[in-house]
């Protein structure tokens, strides 16, 4: 069963502007330690509420508990591991495995943070970056409420509703949409996405699927012959 409040769709050249290099562990003050905690803010692992030392735009270099706990939600997430201590088994500890995928990550949301920076909330953000002009190509805030249709606020691609998933209240906004993990939305196919190498998808969402499950996409391309995209969670 699945949560939507809003999801929107970047798709930008993307370019990496900042690397974690070394490995960092629990305990150390590094420079590299700011920018750890501002990819796992900017990921959903919040390491603290703003407007304390560690939240977004207030990074520091002390990796302590918070940061550690952000990193651990991480790796359980990725399936990098979800047991033992940063000795043992580096849980809690950005090692190569860590290091490499918030390289991945930091390359895929580091335009979002450049844009959002001086205002950036994950709970406010459409407002900062939402609907015509915004330069996305799809933004789908799923407010409406009822329907078979949701809109596309940044253009003309509007979803259309698979498998009757139901409307309900978000966590930002006024709707989300609810899914039991056979409905999805699909969308169309416009233009903008074709010739594209690279995208950066963003959502929001809340999910309880267990970590370890295959099947936990929020976007798909199928190819020719059906509507070339799905969203689903």
Known sequence: MYLMPFLFLILLPVSISAQITTTLTPGEAKEEVSLLQRALNLLGKTVAPS????????????????????????????????????????????????????????????????????????????????GSGSGLIAHYTFDEGSGSTTSDSAGSNNGTLQGNPTWTTGKVGSGSLKFDGNQSIELPNPSGLQGLSEMTVAVWAQTDIPNGTTNRRVIEERGAGDDPFELGL
């Open 51 to 130: 407007p304390n030392p560690g939240s977004l735009n207030n990074e520091t270099n002390y990796y302590g508990s918070l940061t550690a706990s952000a990193v651990r939600a991480l790796q359980c997430d990725y399936g990098i591991v979800c047991e033992g201590n940063p000795t043992s088994t580096g849980w809690g500890q950005v090692g190569p495995k860590t290091r490499s995928l918030l390289n991945s990550l930091w390359g895929q949301i580091s335009y979002l943070y450049e844009q959002a920076k001086d205002n950036f909330n994950p709970g406010r953000q459409t407002a900062s970056i939402s």
